[in-house]
Nanobody, 120 residues
Framework: QVQLVESGGGLVQAGGSLRLSCAASGSFFSIDTMGWYRQAPGKERELVALATSGGSTNYADSVKGRFTISRDNAKNTVYLQMNSLKPEDTAVYYC??????????????WGQGTQVTVSS
């Protein structure tokens, strides 16, 4: 089993910054892609940013230039540095990981979510 534990959410004023962390633990061979999605009230879950084990990254247009995703592969941890936050960034942020299991099969896992609230 794989567990993803997120931390770092909270309440911040518009223009402020937050840093989210997500650590993966459990029994697996490696982690391919790690990243973040978010879901605002009444809206569908949407991609925020992804990072592969090789260092490639992908961002939603709405966060480009403001958010930075990074990984510490040795610690199986992914980070999301969020700067210049806007009220529309308010959402529950979910960590996700595409894990390579022993034997070669792959599976996607999700964290429990962390609330980010940006006040105007």
């Amino acid at each position: 089993q794989v567990q993803l534990v997120e931390s770092g959410g909270g309440l911040v004023q518009a223009g402020g910054s937050l840093r989210l962390s997500c650590a993966a633990s459990g029994s697996f061979f490696s982690i391919d892609t790690m990243g973040w999605y978010r879901q605002a009230p009444g809206k569908e879950r949407e991609l925020v940013a992804l990072a592969t084990s090789g260092g490639s990254t992908n961002y939603a247009d709405s966060v480009k230039g403001r958010f930075t995703i990074s990984r510490d592969n040795a610690k199986n941890t992914v980070y999301l540095q969020m700067n210049s936050l806007k009220p529309e960034d308010t959402a529950v942020y979910y960590c996700t990981a595409l894990v390579v299991r022993f034997g070669g099969s792959r599976g996607s896992y999700w964290g429990q979510g962390t609330q980010v609230t940006v006040s105007s």
